[in-house]
T-cell receptor, first 113, second 114 residues
């Protein structure tokens, strides 16, 4: 199995509080991604990174920011959590981008109350 | 923009039945196509992929053929097992910029009964 660790695995937080989710990889892959999974929507891309300090927005980036200061770590921050951000968040990694397999973490279930 | 549409679920089959899960896509250019599977409580795993028209991806008895003329990538298996119960996602990879960004369908839940 690809070495991807997401933390925390479960979190309940209050509306308006900041939240940071962490993705850690041991594969030295260049590309890292954050997706959210919601019923009826499949997975949707929030942000991705193509190298240290190189990030870009995905389809549903509003309300989220990311940082990648080291190859192995990709952080997703909800600046001020809202109930619409209740979701399951998946981190994924890929060695070469196009045509190559993406490996997914086990997910973080976030509930905003 | 690019998009993926999967057949509505859930799909319930008896063991050894034939499985088809339909997937169609809209894309500019020639995307790569993937099927991912998600078992309960886990992340997604790549099941199979195809990178150009008429390619057939196959794995664990599952198959899908990249049909450019019908913009489809239907997943099939001749005889399903209880262990195939999972959520199946069709996805395409946007070739622009070689970023590996994936666009997913909504997922199809498969339940196989003994």
């Amino acid at each position: 199995d690809a070495g991807i660790t997401q933390s925390p695995r479960h979190k309940v937080t209050e509306t308006g509080t900041p939240v940071t989710l962490r993705c850690h990889q041991t594969e030295n892959h260049r590309y890292m991604y954050w997706y959210r999974q919601d019923p009826g929507h499949g997975l949707r891309l929030i942000h991705y990174s193509y190298g240290v300090k190189d990030t870009d927005k995905g389809e549903v980036s509003d309300g989220y920011s990311v940082s990648r200061s080291k190859t192995e770590d990709f952080l997703l921050t909800l600046e001020s959590a809202t109930s619409s951000q209740t979701s399951v968040y998946f981190c994924a990694i890929s060695a070469r981008g196009e045509n190559t397999e993406a490996f997914f973490g086990q997910g973080t279930r976030l509930t905003v109350v | 923009g690019n998009s993926v549409t999967q057949m509505e679920g859930p799909v319930t089959l008896s063991e050894e039945a034939f499985l088809t899960i339909n997937c169609t896509y809209t894309a500019t250019g020639y995307p790569s196509l993937f099927w991912y599977v998600q078992y309960p409580g886990e992340g997604l795993q790549l099941l199979l992929k195809a990178t150009k028209a008429d390619d057939k991806g196959s794995n664990k008895g599952f198959e899908a053929t990249y049909r450019k003329e019908t913009t489809s990538f239907h997943l099939e298996k001749g005889s399903v097992q209880v262990s195939d119960s999972a959520v199946y996602f069709c996805a395409l990879s946007d070739r622009a910029g070689n970023t590996g960004k994936l666009i997913f369908g909504q997922g199809t839940t498969l339940q196989v009964k003994p």
